[in-house]
């Protein structure tokens, strides 16, 4: 296992309402990405947090939103829920933005009705 | 476009037997290639990781081979074991920032007894 931990393992949410996954990064890890992976596809990048500042993101619409806390721990929020929201959401965190070597979390499977 | 394909879609063998995956990329220019194995409704554990320069590398069973001539790599596994089952996801990484993973969208395998 990777040290990286995902709350909680599965939500139901009714379209419309908004939710929050929750990231603990692995120990000496400043740096966390989200990623959503729909059922038989790949992971795709959401956005990444460096030092509590977004580090960049992926093409998703402004009701995905984060934050990192200083502990490095971090937040995926996402408001309006569709039913295409329903999906296994991973982070992963590193080292640093620079590294290549990313550890990933269990996921949080999320499904809108 | 950057885009890494995978091939097989699915794949069902017998325990015991051996089998060889395959991605093709169009990333460019390209910094490394990694295989994630991703048992289900887990995160991705990476196997292997390969730079421009390396044709192959080993974990185990699970043998990696890359061609960055052809932008091909293969993802073999010698005498497979049940414990295989799982996603096999080619993650290919370009040059820059924080958004330059390209994520395949994985080979199911089924190992059966």
């Known amino acids: 296992e990777t040290g990286v931990t995902q709350s909680p393992t599965h939500l139901i949410k009714t379209r419309g309402q908004q939710v929050t996954l929750r990231c603990s990064s692995q120990?000496?890890?400043?740096?966390v990405s989200w990623y959503q992976q729909a059922l038989g596809q790949g992971p795709q990048f959401i956005f990444q947090y460096y030092r509590e500042e977004e580090n960049g993101r992926g093409n998703f619409p402004p009701r995905f939103s984060g934050l990192q806390f200083p502990n490095y721990s971090s937040e995926l929020n996402v408001n309006a829920l569709e039913l295409d929201d329903s999906a296994l959401y991973l982070c992963?965190?590193?080292?640093?933005?620079?590294?290549?070597?990313?550890?990933f979390g269990p996921g949080t499977r999320l499904t809108v009705t | 476009k950057n885009q890494v394909e995978q091939s097989p879609q699915s794949l069902i063998i017998l325990e015991g037997k051996n089998c060889t995956l395959q991605?093709?990329?169009?990333?460019?220019?390209?910094?490394?290639l990694r295989w994630y194995k991703q048992d289900t409704g887990r995160g991705p554990v990476s196997l292997t990781i390969?730079?421009?320069?390396?044709n192959t590398k080993s974990n185990g069973r699970y043998t990696a081979t890359l061609d960055a001539d052809t932008k091909q790599s293969s993802l073999h596994i010698t005498a497979s074991q049940l414990s295989d089952s799982a996603s096999y996801i080619c993650v290919v990484r370009g040059t820059g920032g924080y958004n330059k993973l390209i994520f395949g969208a994985g080979t199911r395998l089924a190992v059966h007894p």
């Open positions: 120990s000496g890890h400043n740096t």
């Open positions: 991605c093709n990329y169009t990333v460019s220019p390209f910094s490394n």
């Open positions: 992963a965190s590193s080292l640093d933005p620079g590294e290549d070597e990313q550890y």
């Open positions: 390969m730079t421009f320069s390396e």
